[in-house]
C-alpha cells in the first residue's frame, strides 16, 4: 500500500522559509514522477514542481528562482525548500506521485496523494 505524509507546513511572514517533506513509504516504481501541487481556497489544485527518478525538474513559472524541490531516495523522502515566500504561496501543499511517463505537472496523471500541510504566509 502506497502512502505520502507530509509534514513542515506552518505559519510564517513574507519573505521568510518553510521546507516541506514527504515520506513515501510502498511506493515501488523504479521509473517514477513525484511532485508538489498547491491548493488555496476557492482555486482549483494547480502543480508548483515535478523531479523524476533522474533528478530532471519542472517548476511553475510563479515559483522559479524560490521554490525548489529534491529527494532522498535512500530515506524515500521528497522536499520542497520554499524561500522568500509571499502571501500568494498560502495553500493546502500536497505531494503526489506516479509511475514514469511524462513529469508534467498534470493533476489527473497522479495516481497517489497524501493528506497535505498547510502553508500559510502573512503580509
Known amino acids: 500500500q502506497v502512502q505520502l505524509v507530509e509534514s513542515g507546513g506552518g505559519s510564517v511572514q513574507a519573505g521568510g522559509s518553510l521546507r516541506l517533506s514527504c515520506a513515501v513509504s510502498g511506493f515501488t516504481y523504479s521509473r517514477y514522477c513525484m511532485a508538489w501541487f498547491r491548493q488555496a481556497p476557492g482555486k482549483e489544485r494547480e502543480a508548483v514542481a515535478t523531479i523524476a527518478n533522474d533528478g530532471s525538474t519542472l517548476y511553475a513559472d510563479s515559483v522559479k528562482g524560490r521554490f525548489t524541490i529534491s529527494q532522498d531516495t535512500p530515506k524515500n523522502t521528497l522536499y520542497l525548500q520554499m524561500n522568500n515566500l509571499k502571501p500568494e504561496d498560502t495553500a493546502m501543499y500536497y505531494c503526489?506521485?506516479?509511475?514514469?511517463?511524462?513529469?508534467?505537472?498534470?493533476?489527473?496523471?497522479?495516481?497517489?496523494w497524501g493528506q497535505g500541510t498547510q502553508v500559510t504566509v502573512s503580509s
Open positions: 503526489a506521485a506516479k509511475g514514469r511517463g511524462n513529469c508534467a505537472g498534470v493533476l489527473t496523471w497522479y495516481n497517489y
